[in-house]
């Protein structure tokens, strides 16, 4: 399983940026792929998940401005990020859990910071 995220950068406050995770050795079908991220002397938190193409679940803190989507030709999946604030700020993972065996493989981890 290789996870490999890219899209990350220097983003004013209020504008956007698109993550991609492009996955390989997996099938969407039976893994929760999720984005996580971590702030500087923060624990890791839950941004998004999806479950087989269809069924989200969002943070408190980014509903109605991130988006999660997968497209399962491209075996790749996506974190629409809007109207991006200062708190945004942190290295965002890639995640995929096994639905069924509970194995749970990460990302580098992709950098964004939102700053003016």
């Known amino acids: 399983v290789q996870l490999v995220e890219s899209g990350g950068g220097l983003v004013q406050p209020g504008g956007s940026l698109r993550l991609s995770c492009a996955a390989s050795g997996i099938h969407f079908s039976i893994y929760t792929m999720g984005w996580y991220r971590q702030a500087p002397g923060k624990q890791r938190e839950l941004v998004a998940s999806?479950?087989?193409?269809?069924?989200?679940k969002y943070a408190e803190s980014v509903k109605g401005r991130f988006t999660i989507s997968s497209d399962n030709v491209k075996n790749t999946v996506y974190l629409q990020m809007n109207s991006l604030k200062p708190e945004d700020t942190a290295v965002y993972y890639c995640n995929a859990f096994h639905l069924f065996t509970a194995q749970t493989n990460w990302g580098q981890g992709t950098q964004v910071t939102v700053s003016f």
């Open positions: 999806i479950i087989q193409g269809s069924s989200t």
